[in-house]
């Protein structure tokens, strides 16, 4: 009988899973944070597992579902797979209460005296990421993401959809009209043609009246 040979079971989280599809596209960092309008900061924390670093709420799953959007995998699953990591999380950190109050001597052989002072590092690290978000939020203008229509677009119909997403605070004008914001960010609003070059000016702004533009270029070709 052949012997055989042991080979380690290895897992892969929710992060080096995309960090892997997205290497695997020869994308950088930088090229995600441009073309879903993230910052690499939180790119690199979600791929990392730096959890505590991410923001909480709406914010977080708007992001987990334009990366994976913007790789072609299912948006759905990548939020499941986050929130079971967030539990999983969630219970070491309730695990990690539990021992410190059992008094020093326990403390002392669980949580060595070098992970508390990575876990204090950790502590000032997030305390000083969220001064520098909160100065962000305040200073930087909103997101905005328009899917719909491309631009340079050539159509024959005289009205078309104008479907996009934004911060849900924020405000939205097309072409200098006010646009309905849904809770989740989204925005869909009909807009009218005409024959020939239509230049549609998408504005989002937020409560500190900071503004972010995107442009459409769209060509109505009449009906032979």
Do not use: C
């Not at 910052?39 to 670093?53: D, M, P, S």
């Not at 969630?90 to 070098?114: D, T």
């Not at 996009?164 to 807009?191: H, K, L």
Request: no cysteine.
């Amino acid at each position: 009988m052949s012997p055989f040979t042991s080979r380690r079971i290895t897992y892969q989280t929710l992060g080096e899973q995309l960090r892997a599809l997205r290497t695997s596209e020869g994308l950088s960092v930088s090229d995600v944070s441009a073309a879903i309008r993230v910052r690499q900061e939180y790119i690199a924390a979600l791929e990392a597992g730096h959890y505590t670093v991410l923001p909480s709420g709406i914010y977080i799953r708007n992001f987990l579902k334009e990366y994976a959007t913007f790789l072609g995998v299912s948006w759905k699953r990548v939020i499941t797979l986050y929130e079971k990591e967030m539990r999983a999380f969630a219970q070491h950190i309730e695990k990690g209460k539990y021992f410190a109050k059992q008094g020093p001597s326990l403390r002392a052989v669980v949580v060595p005296k070098l992970l508390r002072i990575g876990l204090l590092s950790t502590l000032m690290f997030v305390v000083f990421l969220y001064i520098g978000f909160s100065v962000y939020t305040t200073f930087a203008p909103p997101r905005l993401i328009v899917s719909e229509p491309f631009d340079n677009l050539i159509v024959q119909d005289h009205v078309l959809h104008v479907i996009g997403s934004t911060d849900s605070a924020s405000q939205v004008m097309i072409n200098g009209q006010s646009v309905p914001v849904q809770a989740s960010g989204g925005f869909e609003q009909r807009v009218s043609l005409h024959d020939g070059l239509n230049t549609i000016v998408i504005t989002a702004q937020n409560k500190h009246s900071r503004t972010r533009t995107v442009s459409r270029q769209v060509v109505v070709e009449p009906s032979s």
